[in-house]
């Protein structure tokens, strides 16, 4: 199956090697980089980084969403996104914005985005108006429950079935409101709402997802809680364990990787591009 994303100012074929998203939280409580890139300077330098290493998209996330964490106020989640996102639109590399705030997803519109990354499937009361007459990418991503209660037993039918039905879904109600599906990608939620065989279960799916949605699949299991739970390893040991998920969810049929150790993955990428293509 051909993929096109239509994202903001950047149109991307997915038939080749795979796109890789650029994670960039500022904010003080990643679980992965406990902050590190929250002061404007450090965020700019590391997004010149990225970019330099061979990122499609960076992805900038004001909003920590790992297990426990509470919801951050409209004005904090603002003041830590905006200034980064305005002094990054010459960057040469189409910017995501993770969010799940309509206010939010308008400005940083605006400003520039190129992708809206919503973790919460644009459910909030108008998310979709905010996104709809934009012409940026929209990634919709499956989580059960909250990040403040995500990982408290969660519980499914079939995990694969019921997030493709939840996926499917909110794709349609995008389309409904006059979204071009070129426009469209989907994440089924790694480490949302999952347990570790859960997640193992969506990542050998992914070439069913894709095909059963007709979108390209979005994978993010860079230094996740799945990769520590089969490696043993703490966060910041999670490379080697990162690379072999992202490989993995690429040879199952993800056209994204987002992931945080951009040069390493890129570099992974080429090799198996070559051996798998030529």
Same mark, same amino acid.
């Given at each position: 199956?051909?993929?096109?994303?239509?994202?903001g100012r950047y149109?991307?074929?997915?038939?080749?090697?795979?796109? *890789?998203?650029?994670?960039?939280?500022?904010?003080?409580?990643?679980?992965?980089?406990?902050?590190?890139?929250?002061?404007?300077?450090?965020? @700019?330098?590391?997004?010149?980084?990225?970019?330099?290493?061979?990122?499609?998209? @960076?992805?900038?996330?004001?909003?920590?969403?790992?297990?426990?964490?509470?919801?951050?106020?409209?004005?904090?989640?603002?003041?830590?996104?905006?200034?980064?996102?305005?002094?990054?639109?010459?960057?040469?590399?189409?910017?995501?914005?993770?969010?799940?705030?309509p206010?939010?997803?308008?400005e940083?519109?605006i400003?520039? !985005?190129?992708? @809206?990354?919503? @973790?919460?499937?644009?459910?909030?009361?108008? !998310?979709?108006?905010?996104?709809?007459?934009?012409?940026?990418?929209?990634?919709?991503?499956?989580?059960?429950?909250?990040?403040?209660?995500?990982?408290?037993?969660?519980d499914?039918?079939?995990?694969?079935?019921?997030?493709?039905?939840?996926?499917a879904?909110?794709?349609?109600?995008?389309?409904?409101?006059?979204?071009?599906?070129?426009?469209?990608?989907?994440?089924p939620?790694?480490?949302?709402?999952?347990?570790?065989?859960?997640?193992?279960?969506?990542?050998?799916a992914?070439?069913r997802?894709?095909?059963?949605?007709?979108?390209p699949?979005?994978?993010?299991?860079?230094?996740?809680?799945?990769?520590?739970?089969?490696?043993?390893?703490?966060?910041?040991?999670?490379?080697?364990?990162?690379?072999?998920? !992202?490989l993995?969810?690429?040879?199952?049929?993800?056209?994204i990787?987002? *992931?945080?150790?951009?040069?390493?993955? *890129?570099?992974?990428?080429?090799?198996?591009?070559?051996?798998?293509?030529?």
């Open positions: 199956m051909r993929h096109f994303l239509q994202c149109g991307f074929a997915l038939d080749a090697t795979p796109l *890789v998203m650029g994670i960039l939280n500022v904010t003080p409580d990643s679980f992965s980089d406990g902050g590190r890139f929250q002061s404007l300077e450090f965020a @700019i330098s590391r997004a010149e980084e990225m970019a330099a290493d061979g990122a499609d998209l @960076i992805d900038v996330g004001g909003e920590s969403s790992r297990p426990g964490s509470p919801a951050v106020p409209l004005d904090e989640e603002m003041r830590r996104v905006m200034p980064a996102l305005y002094a990054l639109r010459g960057l040469g590399k189409a910017l995501s914005v993770d969010t799940c705030k206010q939010v997803m308008r940083a519109i400003a520039g !985005a190129d992708m @809206i990354n919503d @973790i919460n499937a644009f459910r909030a009361p108008g !998310a979709i108006a905010a996104v709809a007459d934009s012409g940026c990418g929209l990634c919709v991503m499956h989580m059960q429950s909250t990040p403040a209660t995500m990982q408290q037993n969660p499914y039918g079939d995990v694969v079935a019921d997030v493709i039905a939840f996926l879904e909110r794709a349609a109600a995008l389309v409904a409101a006059g979204i071009d599906r070129k426009r469209i990608c989907v994440d939620g790694f480490g949302f709402g999952k347990t570790v065989e859960h997640n193992f279960a969506l990542l050998r992914t070439g997802i894709e095909q059963e949605l007709g979108l699949v979005l994978a993010g299991l860079s230094r996740k809680s799945m990769i520590g739970a089969v490696t043993g390893r703490p966060v910041g040991q999670r490379l080697a364990g990162s690379l072999a998920g !992202a993995a969810a690429v040879a199952h049929g993800a056209k990787v987002r *992931v945080h150790d951009v040069a390493e993955t *890129v570099d992974a990428l080429k090799v198996w591009h070559a051996a798998n293509i030529g």
